[in-house]
Structures are given as C-alpha cells and as structure tokens.
C-alpha cells in the first residue's frame, strides 16, 4: 500500500462522526502538537464538546520562550492545531491559510489551562474559527482566529516523499 493510500484509508476513519465527549484522534502519530509518538510534540488530547472542541495543556520545558514563560510559537502551535480538530466535527480535510494569536498574558509553563475552539462562519470553502486559552476556571490568556480552507486529500501528496 503506497504512503498515500495509507493515509487515504487512514483518513476515512477519523471522519466518521465522532459522539459528543469523544476523544478525536490526532492527525497522525508524529503531528507536532497531537502526535503521541513525536518526542518535541505537546501530546495534545482534544475532545469533542457539542459543537467545540476542548483540550487542557501544560507547557513544558521543551516550550519555553523567556524563562519559565511558553514560547509565543508554541502557543500559537497548539491553537493551530486545535483548529485542526474542528475539522473532524466539519467533516473534510482543510488547512490554515491564517493564522491571529493574541496574547493577553504570559502563559506560564508548569500551569494547565483550558482551550476552546469552535467554528463561527463557513463560507464555500471558507472556514472561520476563533479559540481561547483560560487559566483553569480562570481569566483568558490568550485567544486566537484562523481561515483555513477546505482542500482535497490529494493536497497532502505534496509532502510525500519522491
Ligand atoms: C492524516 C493526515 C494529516 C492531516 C493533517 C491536518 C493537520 C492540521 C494541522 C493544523 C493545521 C495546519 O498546520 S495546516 C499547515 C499550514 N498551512 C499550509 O501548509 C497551507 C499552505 N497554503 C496552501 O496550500 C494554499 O495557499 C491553500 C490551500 C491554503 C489555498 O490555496 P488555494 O486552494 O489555491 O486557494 P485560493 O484560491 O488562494 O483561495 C481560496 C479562496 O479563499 C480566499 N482567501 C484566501 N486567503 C484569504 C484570506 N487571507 N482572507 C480571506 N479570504 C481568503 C480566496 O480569495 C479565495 O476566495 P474565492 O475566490 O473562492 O471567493
């Protein structure tokens, strides 16, 4: 079976519907932010809540920017990604075409906080998300919106290996 078959098959399981309060698969096993078998990753576990999803996270040493303060990159990773979990409640494949974090205030790491991300507008094949960072029953850290667009499965061939 070739990588792409693979991920073909591989694909078409992630998309089934997905209960409310399931976990959502990771994208794949070495994905940066999900991936469970990628030693740098955040090993993000995201769950589906109504329309949302919803994941906890605590950053780590291998995340830091300022001592003891995550990386602006790191944390705009993990929103990102979460984005990326919507697309199972979405049905179909899509990418980030941009990406806004704002940051209200250092994201500490050794904390958990709370994430949220949600759908609010869909536009063809525009989809318009926005997300939120939150100490745990806390005040907002950090919030983020994204465009990604849907894309054809074939879209991923082009990081396969030639
Ligand atoms: C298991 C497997 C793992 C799968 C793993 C999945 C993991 C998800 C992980 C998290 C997400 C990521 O990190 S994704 C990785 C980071 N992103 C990428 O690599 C994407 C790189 N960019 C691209 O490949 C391309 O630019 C695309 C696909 C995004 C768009 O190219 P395109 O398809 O040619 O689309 P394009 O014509 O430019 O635009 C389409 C429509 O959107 C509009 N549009 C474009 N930009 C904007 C904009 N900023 N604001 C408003 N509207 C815009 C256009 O005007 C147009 O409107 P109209 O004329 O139609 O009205």
């Known amino acids: 079976m070739s990588s792409m078959e693979e991920l073909l098959a591989g694909w078409n399981e992630k998309f089934r519907p997905h209960a409310d309060g399931a976990q959502l698969p990771p994208h794949h096993p070495h994905c940066l932010a999900c991936g469970p078998d ?46 990326g979990f ?5 049905g179909g494949p899509a990418v980030t075409r941009k990406l806004e974090v704002l940051y209200d205030s250092p994201v500490i790491l050794g904390t958990t906080y709370d994430l949220a991300a949600r759908v609010t507008r869909t536009e063809g094949r525009k989809l318009f998300m926005e997300a ?10 950090a919030s983020a919106s994204a465009l990604f667009l849907s894309v054809d499965v074939t879209h991923f061939n082009q990081g396969m290996p030639r």
């Open 38 to 83: 990628n030693p740098h990753g955040h090993h993000l576990t995201v769950h589906r809540r109504g329309e949302e999803v919803h994941a906890t996270h605590v950053f780590d040493e291998r995340h830091v920017g300022a001592p003891g303060i995550a990386h602006g990159g790191a944390v705009a990773t993990v929103f990102d990604d979460l984005f």
């Open 86 to 90: 919507l697309l199972y409640l979405t």
């Open 132 to 141: 939120d960072m939150k100490q745990l029953g806390g005040s907002r850290v």
